[in-house]
T-cell receptor, first 114, second 110 residues
């Protein structure tokens, strides 16, 4: 069974540019989560999808971040325009609706904003 | 405010030298305490979930325990392949998000 995949693995952009991160969850997992780890800090929650619906987006830092989950499958996280403080590692996780406490994480996307 | 604190930040052990990692937490209505392992360049890998004080879980050389204020991850006779960052997280009664600590980086030398 394939795990959670994320693309790209690394992204380096200039301040003010736009970046889109993609996450493909484990097949059959209704729950999809985005987390972020900035340098020296702990991993922090951004938002949670159940299928295509946003269940909880309390962790989204501001309106420069837009997350979507088309058809309840893969998800994208767009940052527009990117700022220096957006640099960090963005993780995606997914879980099955029957075992929602067991979240499986992807390898992350390392975003560097210059 | 819900919070997770892990100690020590880093731990160096000799192969076979048992030790424990600590995770102390304050949370409004604990709905689970989670241990993850993270290798460099990879995402966190799920290890255990604990739900109530007194509960214990074991996997190979790892054993996790839970009290009302903290959790311990005991590592018995560690091997170099146990070297990784170990993350502790909790869920509160309000949401589905994991609230993480900063982690303990374990290095085991042969």
């Amino acid at each position: 069974e394939a795990g959670v995949t994320q693309f790209p693995s690394h992204s380096v952009i200039e301040k003010g540019q736009t970046v889109t991160l993609r996450c493909d969850p484990i097949s059959g997992h209704d729950n999809l989560y985005w987390y972020r780890r900035v340098m020296g800090k702990e991993i922090k929650f951004l938002l949670h999808f159940v299928k295509e619906s946003k269940q909880d987006e309390s962790g989204m830092p501001n309106n420069r971040f837009l997350a979507e989950r088309t058809g309840g499958t893969y998800s994208t996280l767009k940052v527009q325009p990117a700022e220096l403080e957006d640099s960090g590692v963005y993780f995606c996780a997914s879980s099955h609706r029957a075992k929602h406490n067991e979240q499986f994480f992807g390898p992350g996307t390392r975003l560097t904003v210059l | 405010e819900d919070q997770v604190t892990q100690s020590p930040e880093a731990l160096r052990l000799q192969e076979g030298e048992s030790s424990s990692l600590n995770c102390s937490y304050t949370v409004s209505g604990l709905r689970g305490l989670f241990w993850y392992r993270q290798d460099p360049g990879k995402g966190p890998e799920f290890l255990f979930t604990l739900y109530s004080a007194g509960e214990e879980k074991e996997k190979e050389r790892l054993k996790a325990t839970l009290t009302k204020k903290e959790s311990f991850l005991h590592i018995t006779a560690p091997k170099p392949e146990d070297s990784a960052t170990y993350l502790c997280a909790v869920k509160n009664q309000a949401g589905t998000a994991l609230i993480f600590g900063k982690g303990t980086t374990l290095s085991v030398s042969s």
